[in-house]
């Protein structure tokens, strides 16, 4: 697909995205100081004596931050892309079975190739991801349109069918814990030789900028989109890789957190609204600064242990999703 | 000029459109009419690629729809479904700059925002622009997707029932607005519509299908006479003229 870059439609520099860029730089500061560890500044800066300061950095602070950095950017993405292809507003990939898809890979992986290189395991995570996500896009398209809230109903049972499946056979093989930790997201594990697949996600969430017209267009529907000349099938197709892709990264790494890119697409459209150009780094940058605070949250509440940063997605993203439903009952009813 | 031969459309044994042969012009309005189920907007979106046909084929301008790449066909033909997407926060510009994507391939240039400026103050949408599709009234968000047909440029318009969540007003505007569209701009727009009375007044050809068959293909004069629409809508309707128009009179 010819890509297309026009990043100078807005000369007018976004302020307001630079000030939220900041922000979330402000945050990853924030979380690079927190841990359990005593990692004073003045250590790092006079360098002699400072070299089990700069190990704890390197190894386990720096990976562990930008690990959030890239998992809430590419969540955030791939649920605004998901949104656009299903056209509903409350889909992401753990809402549609996407993720639990991903999960029964890898133990498909863990059962029959355990020795399998991790990207290949993601490779096979995201194969799963994206079969499913297509089985499921296939199966909204032919139930008749109802209340949106249909589809990620019927997405959160899709879901749980396949988890019953995975849930099983982790069982009888002794691997539920392992499970526990692909769809639960927790970054306190994160270290350097082990998150940087979710380069990859990151790298995905980046690229599709590019085709983030033709995201919004598939958005408006499919006669719309063959109206104007483009062909709706390879938007699907490259739209459901870059999800599974991304769904399948975070599996494999740190794990994903529900909710959290429903959550933040829908706040962005509220404020910029669902032009993918406009949307996109907005949804990025908020699905990063999000997931940090969370993480961050996570850590201090019961300083020195930690919540899992699920958790605390789960607790502000309920409320947050509470807001949006009965704000668009407000608006619709 | 479209050309339609021999267009046929099934969905398991039932034929939705069957064997239907058209030409349809390069100027002016054509109102397509006919009952619920009579095939019209299968028959619209066939012409549009948007469907494929069971058998049979549409030529615009000599290019086979079918086998014109989309991209190419996009900057002759422009159609316009019903029961758009409005759950999306777009705004006015960033709709009808949509248009232009056949033309600009997504870098619009000096004459694209042309065009969109152009359509946007031909809709009468200046001051709506920047307001969110999701906050406007139904005449005036159909107001907008029209807009964007027209900023596409094309020289065949195709709408499915412009008119349909439309008002007494903002339909009689719209009519008016295709009317001025079609003469001042010299484009060829076919209209799917209920009411044959717009038909009536409007359209220079009118094509009228029941049970997927076209029952004829002529003037507005043609339509509005009583055995003929007793024939079209298997029910009786009583045409007066009314300050020089044909009026059916169905509610009687």
Redesign the interface.
């Known amino acids: 697909m010819?890509a297309?870059?026009?990043m100078s439609?807005r000369v007018r520099p976004a302020a307001g995205l630079m000030l939220a860029v900041g922000c979330v730089l402000a945050l990853a500061a924030v979380s690079l100081f927190i841990g359990v560890a005593d990692m004073p500044l003045g250590d790092l800066i006079r360098g002699d004596g400072g070299a089990q300061a700069i190990q704890l950095l390197l190894v386990s602070r720096i990976p562990r931050t930008v690990a959030l950095l890239l998992s809430g950017m590419s969540m955030g993405v791939a649920a605004l892309i998901m949104q656009m292809l299903f056209?509903n507003?409350f889909v992401e990939p753990t809402t549609t079975g996407t993720v639990e898809a991903a999960s029964l890979g890898l133990l498909v992986v863990a059962l029959l190739a355990p020795g399998l290189p991790i990207f290949y395991k993601m490779v096979v995570a995201s194969s799963f991801a994206l079969g499913t996500t297509f089985l499921f896009l296939r199966l909204v398209s032919k139930i008749p349109t109802g209340s949106?809230l249909v589809v990620p109903l019927l997405g959160l049972m899709f879901g749980g069918v396949i988890n019953a499946v995975t849930t099983f056979f982790a069982y009888r093989y002794d691997l539920l814990q392992s499970l526990a930790t692909w769809t639960n997201g927790d970054f306190s594990g994160v270290l350097r030789g082990r998150y940087e697949l979710l380069f990859i996600a990151g790298g995905l969430a980046v690229l599709s900028y590019l085709a983030a017209?033709r995201f919004?267009?598939a958005?408006?529907?499919?006669?719309?989109t063959?109206?104007?000349?483009?062909?709706y099938g390879r938007i699907v197709a490259l739209g459901l890789a870059i999800v599974s892709m991304v769904s399948a990264a975070a599996v494999v790494t740190a794990g994903t957190v529900p909710f959290l890119g429903l959550i933040v697409a829908n706040l962005v459209?509220?404020a910029v609204?669902?032009?993918l150009r406009r949307a996109l780094p907005w949804v990025a940058v908020s699905g990063a600064g999000f997931l940090l605070a969370c993480d961050i949250i996570g850590r201090l509440v019961r300083f020195p242990y930690e919540i899992p940063v699920g958790t605390v997605a789960g607790v502000l993203g309920s409320g947050v999703f509470l807001f949006l439903l009965l704000r668009r009952r407000a608006r619709f009813g | 000029m479209i050309e339609i031969h021999n267009l046929t459309k099934r969905y398991e044994e039932a034929a939705v459109v069957d064997n239907v042969s058209l030409t349809l012009p390069e100027s002016g309005i054509t109102a397509i009419v006919g009952p619920n189920g009579a095939g019209k907007s299968t028959l619209l979106s066939m012409m549009a690629r948007l469907i494929a046909p069971t058998s049979g084929r549409v030529l615009v301008d000599g290019l086979d729809v079918q086998a014109t790449p989309g991209a190419v066909l996009a900057k002759r033909l422009a159609i316009l479904k019903q029961n758009n997407q409005v759950g999306m926060r777009l705004t006015v510009n960033e709709l009808v700059a949509f248009g232009r994507f056949p033309h600009s391939g997504g870098r619009p240039t000096v004459e694209d925002k042309r065009h969109v400026d152009e359509a946007i103050a031909y809709l009468g949408l200046d001051d709506l622009r920047t307001r969110f599709l999701d906050e406007l009234s139904g005449g005036q968000r159909q107001r907008a997707f029209v807009a964007m047909v027209l900023a596409q440029d094309t020289k065949y318009v195709l709408l499915d029932e412009p008119l349909n969540s439309l008002d007494m007003k903002h339909a009689a505007a719209m009519m008016k607005l295709l009317r001025r569209t079609a003469d001042e701009l010299t484009k060829s727009i076919t209209v799917v519509i209920h009411d044959i009375n717009f038909a009536s007044i409007y359209a220079d050809h009118v094509v009228a299908m029941r049970d997927g068959r076209v029952m004829l293909e002529g003037g507005a004069v043609d339509l509005m006479q009583e055995t003929m629409l007793k024939d079209i809508y298997d029910t009786v309707v009583k045409v007066r003229e009314v300050d020089g128009h044909r009026l059916g009179l169905h509610y009687l």
């Open positions: 010819q297309v870059a026009s439609v056209r507003r949106s017209d919004t267009v958005g408006l529907g499919e006669s719309f063959r109206n104007l000349g483009l062909n459209s509220l609204g669902d032009n």
